[in-house]
């Protein structure tokens, strides 16, 4: 005998195949019938946001931690425009995603109707795929966006619910989740041109991506990196993947004191690069003028009217690299004792002022007191170049960054998801004082899922990068100060309580407090901004290289 159920617990009977634990969003009066499903359903939960922003930020680090899409929903019109920020991110920070919003019903798609704008549309460019449920397609149409967002480089995937759907009673259908298909190995022609040309370098570096880490090959690259005394750099969104300590290792792209890191990768005669994203930092951008190797599982977006891809080694990185790996090779030149030395040397710049409450000291003070194994996530600012430099990671998703889509606000409801998704694990949130004012609200979310997470405001008063640019150009001081001075708030924010530290000291006490308490908490340290002026926004490329 056929089942048949209404259209909005199969949708939730089909999230919960596909391993979905929680939802995040805004509800709204045609998401009435969901509720009701998620409720009498067990191993799910759906997590109010303050905003549907925040609760598109949830679910993109949802997805990134667990590897299931991350779920949200926005109603209508400026729900929908709300939740697109958060899409966006799972867009350009590569998550998977299912973003779910309310839409009209096909007979008022067209018309003149309150909230009514073209969702479709809305989403085309935020998404790898749009779509609207269908009333007896719920199962299929669910389990293709899951694989769409699965697949290939994740990503966000949107479904339109039509109103007046979610309480139709339809036929359930047979289906189960879609298997993820694995890359494709790489054309062996290809392998054997990468093996020469690596062979016939003198001084190939690495450089790796996002994409290396979910690659499987960390171990492997590691080797084959020691084996030949390679320096390594890493993009932002890769940190983890080699230990600060480990002799190869020569840096992060893009962040503070970019340009000593400059100084390894600039005498490179070879760049191989494996599971790099364009989208963290333009190859144009940063890379010396010589060959490229790329190894990912899409193309390499590079000028080649300026540079030389010399081989483009698309499909499984991890095969890839192994097929790398097993041969032997001429050795390299490298002087890694030279590219220690400019390591310790930048380092050696990111040590706060003596006695200070500098941005250096707050994060080593953070670093002693976060557990090894902790989880940080951070905000946008000038802190996050930092972060991206200074802050050591043992392993990959244990610092969460926005890069590719780079939005402030993005620390707090991140720190929110990755707490759910790791309840016994401790987590703590870097934010600046403006990223802190564009989602403070989710800090509500916070109390009432009664998570304990440490939210480290830097208040500076500032907007550091921008100012800092502005000072560059010999501008005049305008736009960017967030108060003339003092501190954030009160003493409790939606129920945080507030802890502010004015010295190193404090800062530290402050810290041993707040994670020793049992609830969200808010660690205010009371910065000089001064101190990122010579650490970001260095030159990646110098002109006489």
Avoid at 214 to 232: C, D, H, M, N, W
């Amino acid at each position: 005998m056929m089942t048949k159920k209404t259209v909005a617990q199969q949708v939730i009977d089909a999230l919960i195949d596909l391993g979905v634990t929680h939802i995040f969003g805004v509800p709204s009066g045609g998401w009435v019938d969901y509720l009701e499903a998620i409720r009498s359903t067990d191993g799910i939960e759906f997590v109010l946001a303050t905003h549907e922003g925040g609760a598109g930020f949830m679910a993109d680090v949802y997805g990134r931690i667990t590897g299931v899409p991350g779920v949200c929903f926005g109603t209508f019109g400026p729900g929908a425009t709300n939740l697109a920020t958060g899409v966006g991110s799972a867009f350009l920070d590569r998550s998977p995603m299912i973003a779910l919003t309310d839409e009209m019903a096909d007979n008022k798609r067209h018309r003149i109707t309150q909230m009514n704008i073209d969702h479709q549309a809305l989403f085309a460019p935020l998404t790898k795929k749009t779509t609207r449920l269908e009333a007896d397609k719920v199962r299929e149409i669910i389990f293709d966006a899951a694989q769409v967002a699965l697949s290939g480089v994740p990503g966000p995937v949107h479904i339109g619910l039509p109103a007046g759907m979610s309480s139709q009673i339809s036929q359930v259908q047979n289906h189960s989740p879609y298997q993820i298909k694995g890359q494709a190995k790489a054309d062996k022609h290809l392998i054997a041109t990468m093996q020469q040309l690596f062979n016939d370098a003198k001084k190939p570096m690495i450089v790796l991506g996002m994409r290396a880490v979910t690659s499987g090959a960390q171990t492997q690259i590691l080797r084959f990196a020691e084996k030949y005394k390679l320096p390594v750099i890493l993009s932002p969104m890769a940190k983890g993947m080699i230990s600060q300590s480990h002799p190869c290792y020569a840096g992060v792209l893009f962040h503070a004191l970019s340009d000593i890191v400059a100084q390894t990768y600039q005498q490179a005669d070879l760049v191989l690069s494996i599971g790099y994203d364009e989208v963290e930092f333009n190859y144009e951008d940063w890379m010396p003028n010589v060959s490229l190797i790329g190894i990912d599982i899409v193309a390499t977006d590079l000028n080649t009217d300026e540079y030389c891809l010399a081989c483009d080694v698309i499909g499984d990185i991890q095969h890839t690299v192994e097929q790398l790996a097993q041969l032997e090779f001429s050795e390299k030149k490298w002087d890694l004792s030279a590219v220690a030395t400019r390591k310790a040397d930048m380092f050696a710049q990111m040590t706060s002022i003596k006695g200070a409450l500098g941005p250096c000291v707050a994060l080593d003070i953070l670093r002693d007191k976060l557990p090894e194994d902790g989880i940080m996530t951070c905000d946008v600012g000038a802190h996050l170049h930092l972060i991206g430099q200074k802050w050591p990671t043992p392993q990959p998703d244990l610092q969460i960054m926005t890069n590719g889509w780079s939005a402030m606000g993005f620390a707090i409801p991140a720190a929110i998801s990755a707490k759910l998704t790791n309840p016994n694990t401790s987590v703590c949130a870097v934010i600046g004082d403006g990223g802190f004012l564009m989602t403070a609200g989710e800090l509500a979310v916070a109390v009432r899922e009664q998570l304990h997470i440490v939210f480290v405001l830097f208040t500076d008063n500032d907007l550091a990068l921008i100012r800092i640019k502005q000072e560059k150009k010999s501008n005049p001081i305008y736009g960017t100060p967030i108060r003339g001075s003092g501190t954030i708030g009160g003493d409790n924010i939606f129920g945080v309580p507030v802890i502010r530290a004015f010295t190193p000291n404090e800062y530290e006490i402050a810290l041993d407090n707040a994670f020793a308490s049992a609830g969200p908490i808010i660690v205010e340290a009371i910065l000089n901004a001064k101190e990122y002026d010579e650490l970001v926004l260095k030159n990646n490329k110098p002109e006489n290289n």
